[in-house]
């Protein structure tokens, strides 16, 4: 076996301490060269980083451009939630986009059992959104069906962004469905009107293009749907976000469950 050339014997001579400096005169002519490679794996990555070519990435730009706003803002409005839902949160079912998400942040908190509905096919869930599949605790499902669950599963149900992608014939049927499987209640997060949505290449993934309604149509579609609005949980909601600063950055509803 050959002796190995360079920095290994001077380190131990040396004690570690002028390993840099030794290894600097050596590596010296490599440095320019390494700076411009660096330089330019950079600018390349700076380049391409909008356009979702590197691996995987789709999901996560597409987060932030809004598909999953609403998502998001539910993991943000947990502590609000359990500050106005008490005892109601101990049995959550989301529904809606990465759910996975929102799952693994309320099984964070204590006395909160969570389960997920994912209603669209995700090409890459990580290692641990698998898991979480694999034990049933997530599922995909198409809500324009009846969920795969018993009446009264669930002491309240949160859903975000899903709702946007249906049309009144589909939320006509989903609606009171999220409804039947909560004990407690309903809590609805969705777009405000304008905000920016999932971009025409990409609507294939949700059926249709994201539609934004107002709170007024909201209001008339729960009266239409015998669906009403729980205002005690909405002054809970309220009075805690102030308390603690929150400020939804969507529209968030609130429905008692059917008695
Ligand atoms: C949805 O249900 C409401 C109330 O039952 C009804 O008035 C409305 O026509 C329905 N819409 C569609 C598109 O089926």
Redesign the pocket.
């Known amino acids: 076996m050959s002796r190995r050339p360079g920095n290994f014997p001077s380190r131990r001579d040396n004690g570690g301490a002028f390993f840099a400096f030794n290894g600097k005169s050596r590596n010296a002519p490599y440095f320019p060269i390494f700076l411009i490679v660096l330089g330019a794996l950079l600018i390349f990555a700076y380049l391409y980083r909008g356009s979702g070519e590197f691996g995987g990435n789709k999901w996560a730009l597409s987060r932030i451009e809004g598909d999953f706003a609403c998502t998001v803002e539910v993991q943000r409005a947990i502590p609000v939630l359990k500050k106005a839902y008490g005892d109601s949160m101990r049995k959550v079912l989301h529904v809606g986009p990465d759910t996975c998400s929102v799952v693994s942040k309320l099984l964070k908190e204590e006395e909160t059992e969570a389960w997920g509905v994912e209603p669209y096919d995700i090409e890459d869930v990580d290692g641990h959104c698998r898991a979480l599949v694999q034990k049933g605790t997530v599922r995909f499902a198409d809500i324009k069906f009846p969920l795969p669950y018993r009446p009264k599963s669930f002491s309240l149900v949160i859903v975000s962004d899903a709702l946007d992608y249906l049309s009144?014939?589909y939320l006509?049927k989903t609606l009171p469905d999220l409804a039947r499987v909560s004990i407690e209640g309903l809590v609805i997060f969705t777009g405000f009107p304008g905000q920016h949505r999932a971009k025409v290449a990409e609507v294939s993934k949700f059926g249709r293009a994201a539609k934004l309604r107002s709170s007024t149509w909201w209001a008339r579609y729960f009266i239409?749907?015998s669906l009403e609005e729980n205002e005690v949980a909405l002054k809970k909601f309220e009075h805690a976000a102030a308390k603690k600063s929150y400020n939804p950055g969507c529209q968030v509803f609130h429905l008692k469950a059917y008695n």
């Open positions: 009144p014939r006509n239409q749907t």
